[in-house]
């Protein structure tokens, strides 16, 4: 993590070399006596802690080792990550706790079922789960793990004991091991012998992607509410069969920072989901124990001025909303082996240490407050289960008509968060009143005033929202038949073979990805421009805009070989589509109309490399790669003047810089894209093409001042920060009105979307009348955080989708990123809209 934090104390300047501070006793010298049984990590890696950066692989072997060889450990894995790396947690309590871990966990299970009242609050060991290294390029608390593990397993000092005797800890090592493993080769090979500690050294800069991420340059410490990754399904699944009681989150920061623990800064809304004892109470009783660690060692360390708990999706947030208690931790990060500071130099092993002491600590904490833990764990799922108040809902109401596709999306996620859901006719109804209630608010509720203006991340997080799933509240309630499986949402007719010609409905979200699947076996398909309907297998049928054709005489294939590239198409992406033996319609086009286009394949290049927003980029490489199941290339901006751009019909520039984009390169795109080739681009790529003169679109502007005078009154130094940060969008969702005639509104059946902005590029309507696909409405505001004068002045007369010409081709301009953080299933379908209909998205030339 990050902060702008100014702070006034640092690191103790280290007089010594590294070497010397590399041995056992630096890290626990106060744990002996050890096991002699029991290897250290330096015995085991052939290396002292902090000397070089670990990999994944030796972490997870060095914790087998232990469980293999102790009564103390166990291991288990709870999944793999995108690269096929082993996620792993580590049981550690005493032998007889282990041995009786099943009775323990119904025991502890029973403190989270409101039917259930047990008192035993002091009896039952506490749970506690230590996570380490959700952001790959912060490294330290992996190595830490390794020595937080084999003091508990080694250590035969009464105090760890005691731990052992009263607490279970879960230790997950590594949970982005993707990304680890991408920095620790980096810092690794990049390390100097004697070390540098020069802040420009190449040990100390990644190159892009740089090791944050994931595969997919997703950052995991988003992705618990929202879980699109295999990584966060996993740990979500582990979860909720555990509940532990105390849950760590360990992070790093810039290198002149020191060490920050919770509390954070308070809490950002108004209404706060989350009960006052967690966020108040809980978080100053941890707090002594923690300042008390660091103080012993003498390091340093800052909490409440920074970091929030806003967003639910963090592992320092999400397990608050479980009746745990989430603990975020930031260390000064080395970024390497050696680094400068102002205060002298930062070492790997200073970072480690200060992690592996709070780990203990936190141990120390749960196990000293273990039924205060418990007692507030069993009032928090007791609460949940209460009667809703008169004024509130009771539960909620949605689905969607036409796309089961997406509803089934949908309650996969709810599924996931052990969200009760039961469907009820053709819809399906969440009540408010059960055990994980706090996420059914999280899901559906949306909030407009808050406490704070400057948000550490999003602002705005109702699920609904996110997959444009339209829901109502209810003051009353009528259960149906539990949904326990998504097996049976999507239910379709199976095709049968014609000899004429095959319809696929384009409201579902994956017709795009049978539309390639069709595209990539040799099928011509066509896609409708206007609305019609034909008597097909299962009768006479509408169908809407976009609808695709595809007709069996003009194919190259015989009946039976496009019949079996049909049939598998809709097994695999299990999309609704029927077949017909006539081309007259009851009502709308006939199927031989000029309103059916034929469809390019999309050839599409991504614009990667150093000054591209890599969050982005990755989200358009996900969204291909696991949905539409298409490849992009991804072009490398070193390598653009070597590109054969005539071999593509799609670009796609993220938000970034693009420095390296040069006038004459620039000229290069004008003049493939007036070829009669689409260039697509998001939030801040839209702002470069427009600030670039790549395409004749503008900003809004706010209207100038016309006064004669204008006075500047003076502020308050120490309010500068607070008041520029309040006009940054952090993550706010907002209503446009979309053109569903339009090629990019294709597959939407109503005008009213929600999209997610987290950008300040308001780009204005277009001249065009016909090239403004989607403005903001009059009462655009949803959810979220956004200053009076964003909103007024700039996000209501502003677009959010715009289609300007150049030549025979065309630049789509999104303002907001359709794609965000993977989970935006409802503005999907615009973006890809922009690549398989690209090429039919035209604005019509109007007399002046």
């Given at each position: 993590?990050?902060?702008t934090?100014?702070l006034?104390?640092?690191?103790?300047?280290?007089?010594?070399s590294?070497?010397s501070?590399?041995?056992?006793?630096?890290?626990?010298k106060?744990?002996?006596?050890?096991?002699?049984?029991i290897?250290?990590?330096?015995?085991?890696?052939?290396?002292?802690?902090?000397?070089?950066?670990?990999?994944?692989?030796?972490?997870?072997?060095?914790?087998?080792k232990?469980?293999?060889?102790?009564?103390?450990?166990?291991?288990?894995?709870?999944?793999?990550?995108?690269?096929?790396?082993?996620?792993?947690?580590?049981?550690?309590?005493?032998?007889?706790n282990?041995?009786?871990l099943?009775n323990?966990?119904?025991q502890?299970?029973?403190?989270?079922?409101?039917?259930?009242?047990?008192?035993?609050?002091d009896?039952?060991?506490?749970?506690?789960?230590?996570g380490?290294?959700?952001?790959?390029?912060?490294?330290?608390?992996s190595?830490?793990?390794m020595?937080?593990?084999?003091?508990?397993?080694?250590?035969?000092?009464?105090?760890?004991?005691?731990?052992?005797?009263n607490?279970?800890?879960?230790?997950?090592?590594?949970?982005?091991?993707?990304?680890?493993d991408?920095?620790?080769q980096?810092?690794?090979q990049?390390?100097?012998?004697?070390?540098?500690?020069?802040?420009?050294?190449a040990?100390?800069?990644e190159?892009?992607?740089?090791?944050?991420?994931?595969?997919?340059?997703?950052?995991?410490?988003?992705?618990?509410?929202?879980?699109i990754?295999?990584?966060?399904?996993?740990?979500?699944?582990?979860?909720?069969e555990?509940y532990?009681?105390?849950?760590t989150?360990?992070?790093e920061?810039?290198?002149?920072?020191?060490?920050?623990?919770?509390?954070?800064?308070?809490?950002?809304?108004?209404?706060p989901?989350?009960?006052?004892?967690?966020?108040?109470?809980?978080?100053?009783?941890f707090?002594?124990?923690?300042?008390?660690?660091?103080d012993?060692?003498?390091?340093?360390?800052?909490t409440?001025?920074a970091?929030?708990?806003?967003?639910?999706g963090?592992?320092?947030?999400?397990p608050?909303?479980?009746?745990a208690?989430?603990?975020?931790f930031?260390?000064?990060?080395?970024?390497?082996?050696?680094?400068?500071?102002?205060?002298?130099?930062?070492?790997?092993?200073?970072?480690i240490?200060?992690?592996?002491?709070?780990?203990?600590?936190?141990?120390?904490?749960?196990?000293?407050n273990?039924a205060?833990?418990?007692k507030?764990?069993?009032?928090?799922?007791?609460?949940?289960?209460?009667?809703?108040?008169?004024?509130?809902?009771?539960?909620?109401?949605f689905?969607?008509?036409y796309?089961?596709n997406?509803?089934?999306?949908?309650?996969?996620?709810?599924?996931?968060?052990?969200?009760?859901?039961?469907?009820?006719?053709?819809?399906?109804?969440?009540?408010?009143?059960?055990?994980?209630?706090?996420?059914?608010?999280?899901?559906?509720?949306?909030?407009?005033?808050?406490?704070d203006?400057v948000?550490?991340?999003a602002?705005?997080?109702s699920?609904?929202?996110?997959?444009?799933?339209?829901?109502?509240?209810?003051?009353?309630?009528?259960?149906?038949?539990?949904?326990?499986?998504?097996e049976r949402i999507?239910?379709?007719?199976?095709?049968?073979?014609?000899?004429?010609?095959?319809?696929?409905?384009?409201?579902?979200?994956n017709?795009?990805?049978?539309?390639?699947?069709?595209?990539?076996?040799?099928?011509?398909?066509?896609?409708?421009?206007?609305?019609?309907?034909?008597t097909?297998?299962?009768?006479?049928?509408?169908?809407?805009?976009?609808?695709v054709?595809?007709?069996v005489?003009?194919?190259k294939?015989?009946?039976?070989?496009?019949?079996?590239?049909?049939k598998?198409?809709?097994?695999?992406?299990s999309?609704p589509?029927?077949?017909?033996?006539?081309?007259?319609?009851s009502?709308?086009?006939?199927?031989?109309?000029?309103?059916?286009?034929?469809?390019?394949t999309?050839k599409?290049l991504?614009?990667?490399?150093?000054?591209?927003?890599?969050?982005?980029?990755g989200?358009v490489?996900h969204l291909?790669?696991t949905?539409?199941?298409?490849?992009i290339?991804?072009?490398?901006?070193?390598?653009?003047?070597?590109?054969?751009?005539?071999?593509?019909?799609?670009?796609?520039?993220?938000?970034?810089?693009?420095?390296?984009?040069?006038?004459?390169?620039?000229?290069k795109?004008?003049?493939?894209?007036?070829?009669?080739?689409?260039l697509?681009t998001?939030?801040?790529?839209?702002?470069?093409?427009?600030?670039?003169?790549v395409?004749?679109?503008?900003?809004?502007?706010?209207?100038?001042?016309?006064?004669?005078t204008?006075?500047v009154?003076?502020?308050?130094?120490?309010?500068?920060?607070e008041?520029?940060?309040?006009?940054?969008?952090?993550?706010?969702?907002?209503?446009v009105d979309l053109?569903i005639?339009?090629?990019?509104?294709?597959?939407?059946?109503?005008?009213?979307?929600?999209?997610?902005?987290?950008?300040?590029?308001?780009?204005?309507p277009s001249?065009?009348?016909?090239?403004?696909?989607?403005?903001y409405t009059?009462?655009?505001?949803?959810?979220g955080?956004i200053?009076?004068?964003?909103?007024e002045?700039?996000?209501k007369?502003?677009?959010?989708?715009?289609?300007?010409?150049?030549?025979?081709?065309?630049?789509?301009?999104?303002a907001?990123?359709?794609?965000?953080?993977?989970s935006?299933?409802?503005?999907?379908?615009?973006?890809?809209?922009?690549?398989?209909?690209g090429?039919?998205?035209?604005?019509?030339?109007?007399?002046?």
């Amino acid at each position: 993590m990050k902060t702008t934090q100014l702070l006034t104390f640092s690191f103790l300047l280290f007089l010594f070399s590294i070497s010397s501070i590399l041995g056992q006793d630096y890290f626990f010298k106060d744990k002996a006596p050890f096991i002699s049984e029991i290897p250290t990590p330096e015995e085991f890696l052939g290396y002292p802690i902090g000397e070089q950066h670990t990999r994944h692989d030796q972490i997870v072997a060095y914790l087998t080792k232990l469980a293999e060889i102790s009564d103390r450990a166990s291991i288990d894995s709870y999944g793999k990550s995108h690269e096929n790396r082993k996620l792993t947690i580590l049981t550690v309590s005493n032998p007889e706790n282990l041995n009786n871990l099943p009775n323990l966990k119904e025991q502890h299970l029973a403190f989270t079922k409101a039917s259930i009242n047990p008192t035993n609050y002091d009896d039952v060991p506490i749970f506690v789960q230590l996570g380490y290294n959700v952001h790959g390029n912060e490294p330290s608390s992996s190595e830490a793990a390794m020595l937080t593990a084999y003091t508990l397993v080694a250590s035969n000092s009464s105090e760890v004991k005691a731990y052992l005797e009263n607490a279970v800890v879960f230790i997950d090592p590594t949970i982005n091991p993707d990304g680890r493993d991408r920095h620790t080769q980096w810092a690794n090979q990049f390390k100097g012998n004697p070390l540098v500690s020069d802040q420009y050294d190449a040990e100390h800069n990644e190159g892009w992607p740089r090791g944050r991420t994931n595969h997919y340059w997703f950052d995991l410490n988003r992705d618990w509410l929202l879980a699109i990754n295999p990584e966060s399904r996993g740990k979500l699944k582990w979860y909720h069969e555990w509940y532990p009681n105390v849950v760590t989150d360990f992070h790093e920061m810039g290198t002149n920072s020191t060490y920050f623990f919770e509390p954070m800064k308070p809490i950002g809304s108004f209404d706060p989901i989350m009960p006052k004892e967690n966020y108040e109470d809980l978080n100053n009783l941890f707090a002594p124990y923690f300042s008390k660690a660091l103080d012993n060692i003498g390091s340093f360390y800052f909490t409440k001025e920074a970091f929030d708990g806003t967003y639910p999706g963090y592992g320092s947030s999400y397990p608050d909303l479980q009746g745990a208690l989430a603990l975020l931790f930031e260390q000064a990060s080395s970024r390497g082996h050696l680094q400068n500071t102002d205060y002298g130099t930062i070492s790997f092993p200073f970072t480690i240490r200060n992690q592996y002491v709070s780990s203990i600590a936190t141990i120390k904490a749960a196990v000293e407050n273990k039924a205060r833990l418990r007692k507030y764990q069993q009032g928090f799922f007791k609460t949940a289960e209460a009667d809703v108040s008169k004024n509130s809902f009771v539960g909620y109401e949605f689905g969607d008509a036409y796309d089961n596709n997406r509803n089934k999306a949908f309650i996969d996620k709810l599924l996931l968060h052990k969200i009760k859901v039961y469907k009820k006719g053709n819809r399906y109804v969440v009540p408010v009143k059960q055990a994980q209630k706090r996420m059914v608010q999280t899901v559906f509720e949306t909030y407009n005033k808050y406490r704070d203006s400057v948000f550490y991340d999003a602002s705005a997080w109702s699920v609904a929202n996110f997959y444009n799933m339209k829901y109502k509240g209810l003051k009353s309630i009528s259960l149906g038949e539990e949904v326990t499986s998504i097996e049976r949402i999507v239910n379709i007719s199976k095709v049968s073979k014609s000899e004429y010609a095959y319809i696929m409905d384009w409201d579902d979200y994956n017709a795009p990805a049978a539309l390639y699947y069709m595209q990539s076996k040799g099928l011509l398909v066509a896609s409708a421009f206007k609305p019609f309907s034909i008597t097909t297998s299962i009768g006479n049928k509408s169908f809407n805009y976009g609808s695709v054709l595809v007709p069996v005489s003009k194919q190259k294939k015989n009946i039976d070989e496009v019949f079996a590239i049909i049939k598998k198409a809709q097994e695999k992406f299990s999309v609704p589509i029927f077949s017909t033996n006539t081309g007259f319609s009851s009502s709308g086009i006939d199927l031989g109309s000029g309103n059916f286009r034929k469809l390019e394949t999309p050839k599409a290049l991504l614009l990667i490399g150093e000054g591209v927003n890599s969050y982005e980029a990755g989200e358009v490489w996900h969204l291909l790669d696991t949905r539409v199941h298409m490849p992009i290339t991804k072009l490398r901006m070193s390598r653009f003047n070597t590109v054969p751009l005539k071999d593509y019909n799609t670009l796609v520039m993220v938000s970034g810089r693009y420095y390296q984009l040069d006038s004459l390169q620039r000229k290069k795109i004008k003049e493939w894209v007036a070829h009669g080739n689409t260039l697509v681009t998001i939030a801040n790529a839209s702002k470069w093409a427009i600030d670039k003169k790549v395409v004749k679109e503008q900003l809004t502007k706010k209207e100038k001042d016309t006064s004669n005078t204008k006075i500047v009154n003076r502020l308050p130094y120490v309010d500068a920060g607070e008041n520029i940060g309040r006009e940054q969008v952090g993550g706010a969702i907002f209503e446009v009105d979309l053109d569903i005639t339009h090629p990019l509104g294709f597959g939407y059946r109503d005008s009213s979307l929600p999209v997610y902005k987290n950008n300040e590029v308001f780009i204005s309507p277009s001249k065009n009348p016909y090239a403004t696909v989607a403005k903001y409405t009059d009462k655009a505001h949803i959810d979220g955080y956004i200053s009076i004068d964003n909103y007024e002045h700039y996000l209501k007369p502003s677009a959010s989708l715009v289609v300007s010409s150049i030549g025979s081709g065309r630049v789509i301009l999104f303002a907001d990123n359709p794609n965000f953080r993977g989970s935006w299933y409802g503005t999907n379908r615009l973006f890809m809209n922009a690549l398989f209909l690209g090429k039919h998205v035209y604005v019509p030339r109007v007399r002046e």
